[in-house]
């Protein structure tokens, strides 16, 4: 049976409360975190800020993290990131396919390595990628806010990524970011999912009831 993580975005969560609010989760048992990384190009927002991320992580790392980089030119963050995060996660959109194989080929051996999709985007589309990475991030809503409703397609989605990477014994994460609660967290979890990405539900007011709903 699948580990099922959950690993809460602070996405929506102030500047001032973020740090706080990490070390809320770290003594609920949380173990995993992503931070969204916007360059307000890929998508029109900004969000946690480079600086921000390798703060809270010199702070407090007791967890694993992953940095989603919703950039054009993510090149530069990764190299700025390498040594504080464990996965950085770059969306297939942002560059041709020739570009973003060079980038995955490129810092592969430096730090793990994740793709992450857009709901738009066809599973066909990245399928010769898929050995070259570490973590496949499915997002279940349009990247660059917070509170948008699951996209129902997106379980299709993620049932079909796990067959084809459990029948090519690919050692690859499916995580899965956007529109998650307590209602939808097993189907996706049922699907294929390992990690789930969980930002307003588990940001206001966070406590063990909440992280059980999601798990059982």
């Known amino acids: ?6 690993s809460p975005s602070l996405l929506n969560v102030s500047k001032n409360n973020r740090l706080k609010l990490v070390r809320t989760f770290l003594n609920l048992g949380i173990k995993w ?17 480079l600086s921000e991320i390798k703060k809270i992580v010199t702070k407090s790392k007791k967890f694993i ?5 919703m950039s054009v030119d993510p090149e530069n963050q990764i190299e700025e990131l390498i040594g504080y995060v464990d ?17 995955i080929l490129k810092y592969s051996e430096k730090i793990k390595i994740g793709l992450a ?26 990247p660059g806010k917070g ?9 299709q989605k993620i049932s079909n990524l796990s067959k084809i990477i459990r029948e090519s014994n690919y050692n690859i994460l499916i995580q899965v970011d956007g529109g998650i609660k307590d209602f939808n967290a097993k189907k996706v979890f049922e699907s294929g999912a390992d990690v789930i990405v ?11 009831t909440k992280i ?3 798990l059982n």
Not at 1 to 6: A, D, R
Not at 123 to 133: A, N, S
Request: hydrophobic share 40%; aromatic share 10%.
């Open 65 to 69: 993290c992953d940095a989603h980089l």
């Open 1 to 6: 049976m699948k580990k099922k993580i959950i």
């Open 33 to 49: 975190f992503h931070f969204d990384f916007m360059d307000g190009k890929f998508v029109e927002n900004t969000a946690i800020s």
């Open 147 to 155: 509170g948008q409703d699951f996209i129902q397609e997106t379980y």
């Open 117 to 142: 999709i857009k709901p738009s985007t066809k599973i066909k589309e990245i399928l010769d990628l898929l050995p070259k990475i570490d973590l496949i991030l499915v997002m279940s809503v349009e």
């Open 87 to 103: 996965f950085v996660t770059i969306h297939f959109e942002s560059k041709n396919y020739d570009e973003i194989h060079r980038i």
């Open 212 to 214: 059980q709903k999601l």
């Open 198 to 208: 969980v930002g307003t539900f588990l940001a206001q007011k966070p406590n063990k």
